[in-house]
């Protein structure tokens, strides 16, 4: 199908450096929130298209045999369809074959630059996923693949700063028209969720001997809150033998009409609890929005995410594995490094926080010398060496399926208990708590100087005064913000990725403890009067 121009309309100014969200692009679609214009329009998309195609001609160089292509797809989101067919319309008009694939997950967009199958246009030279993971109906965004992995934040940049050219020529239709049509360029369209959900089901057969349903028996519920990772119940878990009776929010719905689809999310979390034990399931799998995140429910609606997954996924691993370091982002707990190394005999590597950042860490380990097979956040994103280090809640959940069966065919009894049993031990702090502190940019403490510097001081004045309190200790190894033990537990103050935002980690083995850690801090920032602390005043005062 040849492609069609699209409509131009009137075009704004747009910054489009603006709209990188470290190796995403973010911006917002959808008008009607008050106090959010839209800046992420059909022609900024389609210019975002032209950019990254002529990215991906100069980085990838063509051996003439055949065009580029690109795969592209998307989330549930009500504004998902025309960003792909703008988008498409950027990337075909720059010469280069477009394969849409409609509702789809993250981690199958990377994958199609790594299948081989021309039947289905495989591989893609590069891909595109339209998402904005678990922000508001409003929003989307753009990641972008090659068979490398995931663009970096360089890379994003790059892009942005093609694309504010290719949208100044939008202005001008003789530049537009010549922009266009270059070697009749296609858009075709290809079900890709149904090769990868096959791959999916391979992976758990061939962990448990080949056989053909080797979750027969076992009642699992999925709760894909409205996203695209609906397809894990009929696509994935019914072929492999498992009763999905109980499931909920499958249907693909971009206003979230049931709950945030973000397995840190109380509500979310809560959502799946209830339908395990409704149903009285032997486990419970609950995905974010486009499915590059993901945390389980055992049969006691015990949850598994955050610590405890990362805790799960490193006893998993390190059985396979052992001695190997697991790398974490930067608010992980004592107790999981102390699991971690005493318990499973494996190293704990706490790096910074931002799923691209623990990933790179540990593809760096192991370039230097230091084995590591899983990156994982504790936000949900997981990623392991065998699986391409991509960053895959399908694929996550399918290791501790693999758990499941290989235990049922060693006959250590059904259910999810294996799984609990993996975690037993792993020391959880009373109270966890994550307090965000906002930097007032307008406030004349800063005297017009960015941020990020005012933030840097905060930190470094917090740094200071630890060092003269006998009662607290920095942790000698710390990639990220300032991290400091005391009265039994510890707490972490940083700077955010993008934000004018001090987050604010405290775990405490009580909540007098906490307030202890608290006031710590309260009074170390006192002196900072454009860091607004009205969060921590009112935890302290509780």
Not at 66 to 94: M, P, T, Y
Not at 174 to 195: P, Q
Not at 296 to 309: I, K, P, Y
Not at 338 to 349: D, M, R, S, Y
């Amino acid at each position: 199908m040849a492609a069609a121009p699209s409509t131009i309309s009137s075009l704004d100014n747009i910054d489009f450096q603006k709209l990188q969200n470290g190796s995403d692009i973010r911006g917002v679609a959808v008008a009607g929130v008050e106090g959010e214009p839209v800046n992420l329009t059909e022609p900024v998309a389609e210019a975002i298209g032209a950019g990254f195609a002529a990215w991906l001609l100069e980085k990838k160089k063509a051996d003439g045999s055949r065009r580029f292509r690109v795969s592209i797809g998307h989330d549930s989101r009500i504004s998902a369809e025309k960003l792909q067919d703008a988008i498409s319309q950027g990337i075909a008009g720059a010469g280069l074959d477009v394969i849409q694939y409609g509702l789809a997950s993250t981690p199958a967009m990377f994958n199609s630059t790594l299948t081989e199958d021309e039947a289905i246009f495989c591989p893609a030279d590069g891909s595109i996923m339209i998402t904005a993971s678990h922000l508001p109906f409003n929003r989307n965004g753009f990641k972008f693949f090659t068979n490398a992995g995931g663009l970096g934040k360089a890379d994003i940049k790059d892009i942005l700063g093609r694309a504010a050219e290719f949208y100044k020529n939008l202005n001008n239709r003789d530049d537009l028209k010549n922009s266009r049509g270059k070697g009749s360029a296609t858009i075709e369209k290809v079900d890709y969720m149904s090769v990868y959900a096959s791959d999916l089901v391979k992976a758990v057969r061939k962990a448990a001997g080949n056989k053909e349903k080797p979750l027969e028996g076992f009642h699992i519920v999925v709760d894909a809150g409205n996203g695209a990772g609906g397809f894990f119940a009929a696509k994935v878990l019914e072929p492999l033998g498992a009763i999905t009776s109980g499931s909920q929010f499958l249907e693909p719905d971009g206003l979230f009409p049931n709950h945030i689809p973000n397995p840190e999310d109380k509500t979310a979390m809560k959502a799946i609890t209830e339908a395990v034990l409704q149903n009285k399931a032997d486990l419970g799998i609950i995905f974010d929005t486009d499915v590059d995140r993901s945390a389980a429910v055992d049969s006691n609606g015990r949850e598994f995410n955050r610590n405890r997954l990362i805790a799960l996924m490193s006893s998993i691993v390190l059985e396979e594995h052992p001695g190997t370091t697991i790398v974490t982002d930067s608010v992980t707990s004592d107790g999981l490094t102390l699991f971690i190394e005493k318990k499973l005999g494996g190293k704990h590597h706490r790096f910074k926080r931002g799923y691209k950042n623990v990933i790179d860490e540990a593809i760096r380990l192991n370039s230097v010398g230091e084995e590591s097979h899983l990156a994982i956040e504790t936000s949900g994103h997981g990623a392991l060496k065998e699986n391409h280090w991509l960053d895959d809640g399908a694929y996550l959940m399918v290791k501790i399926l693999n758990k499941l069966a290989s235990a049922r065919a060693s006959g250590l009894g059904g259910g999810s208990q294996v799984l609990t049993d993996l975690v037993d031990g792993l020391q959880e702090p009373a109270v966890a708590v994550e307090l965000r502190l906002k930097i007032n940019q307008n406030h004349p403490d800063l005297q017009g100087g960015p941020f990020r510097d005012y933030g840097e001081a905060v930190l470094k004045h917090v740094e200071n005064l630890v060092a003269s309190d006998p009662k607290l200790l920095k942790a000698p190894v710390n990639y990220e913000g300032v991290r400091v033990s005391g009265f039994g537990g510890w707490f972490l103050l940083r700077l955010s990725l993008h934000d004018p935002v001090l987050p604010l980690n405290i775990e405490a083995p009580s909540h007098d403890d906490a307030i202890k850690l608290g006031l710590t801090v309260l009074a170390a920032v006192k002196e900072f009067p454009a860091l607004d602390t009205s969060a921590l005043d009112k935890f302290v005062q509780v």
